[in-house]
């Protein structure tokens, strides 16, 4: 197991050093170095916790892509998971809302840190309104499918698979439930969410639409016995869950620090650690092996979407999101090994 998270032990030994010297250069004592040094530790583990169902819903795409795709979602994506989302992202905001330009945008998150989050989380509301709406179309696609035949929850799981007969049934669901929430803020706010979760399902549907179009090219290529060897589509699917997913581990980081330096390092150190994790998922077929364990992290992601288009109205803590995802994908395991052993005894068949 070691193996697999080597590259993840050696990023994050080498952030923590780069915080020592950041810590030291910036507070200049031992008990102020040490202090930053812990929020990073904390914004790592809060990361992790927050995308263990990102990891397991990865996984779930990445097994069907050849290896090649695999470490490139690894090398590649790891570079705009951890400079892209976790760095520039939020200066991006800063830039767009403040009307500053990026240099500028650095300049106010190095020596004005407050104003520096203020900005930030004002968009708060867009972000929740597009990245729920995402991750919520996310999972509900996986149960609003009339050819899956695996139930977990079966009472629920076999209504949804019937009602996905009515063609974009979760759509309206989902639009539904943002018109919702949207009645619950003030006009100005409720005008940003509507349209940051129509953002989000139009998204989803774009990326959905171009990962088909490779796909059909890949069949294609096929019928005439060409090698195919694309990943393309899946690779993009995944770098836009992973952005979706870390809209609220950037958010919910502030409520830690607001020093952009301690927010990147810490929750690059998890976002390299889900990567790994997603890696040895694939290569030792843990989905395979416990049926019902993507079941549990597609509810998770469900109960993420519902908690960020939630939190446009109301504060939810990152721990209780953390502990949802968790519980959800602990019982789902529980059930698969449970199920698993019936099996291997006879009781199953």
């Given amino acids: 197991m070691l193996a697999y998270f080597r590259a993840s032990i050696i990023f994050s030994f080498a952030c923590l050093m780069l915080g020592v010297w950041y810590g030291w250069e910036s507070t200049g004592t031992l008990s102020g170095t040490a202090q930053l040094l812990w929020i990073i ?15 397991v819903v990865n996984a779930s795409v990445l097994k069907e892509m050849d290896e090649v795709w695999q470490r490139r979602f690894l090398t590649w994506g790891i570079a705009f998971a951890v400079f892209g989302m976790r760095v520039v992202f939020p200066l991006a905001i800063v830039a767009i809302a403040a009307h500053i330009g990026p240099v500028e945008a ?39 499918d009339a050819d899956k035949e695996v139930h977990w929850i079966a009472v629920i799981e076999r209504w949804l698979a019937k009602v996905s007969y ?34 989000g399902i139009v998204t ?31 690779f993009l699917y995944l770098n836009v869950l992973d952005a979706s997913f870390s809209f609220d581990g950037v958010i919910g980081a502030f409520a830690l620090s607001n020093n952009m330096i301690v927010i990147a390092l810490g929750l690059s150190i ?17 989905l395979a092996e416990y049926e019902f364990l993507e079941h549990g992290a597609f509810w998770a992601i469900i109960a993420l979407g519902g908690i960020m288009l939630a939190s446009a109205k109301f504060h939810i803590p990152e721990v209780i999101t953390g502990l949802i995802g968790a519980s959800l994908i602990g019982i789902s395991l529980w059930w698969s090994i449970r199920h698993k052993n019936r099996l291997q005894s006879g009781e199953g068949h």
Avoid at 41 to 55: G, K, P, R
Avoid at 109 to 119: F, M
Avoid at 220 to 226: E, F, I, N, P, S
Wanted: hydrophobic fraction near 55%.
């Fill in 166 to 199: 009515v063609p974009a049934a979760e759509i309206a669901l989902l639009l539904l439930a943002i018109w919702g929430i949207s009645t619950m803020l003030p006009d100005s706010e409720a005008l940003t969410f509507l349209v940051a979760g129509m953002l």
């Fill in 41 to 55: 530790i904390v914004l790592s583990i809060l990361e992790v916790s927050l995308s263990f169902d990102n990891a």
């Fill in 270 to 286: 998890g976002a390299f650690f889900v990567r790994s994790m997603t890696i040895m998922l694939v290569r030792k077929g843990t």
């Fill in 106 to 144: 650095i300049h106010l998150s190095l020596n004005d840190p407050a104003e520096y989050e203020r900005i930030v989380s004002s968009a708060q509301v867009g972000i929740a309104g597009f990245g729920g709406a995402f991750l919520a179309m996310v999972g509900l696609k996986f149960f609003f």
């Fill in 204 to 234: 989803f549907i774009a990326v959905e639409a171009v990962s088909t179009v490779l796909e059909l090219r890949d069949q294609k290529r096929k019928l005439v016995g060409a090698t195919v060897r694309s990943g393309l589509g899946g």
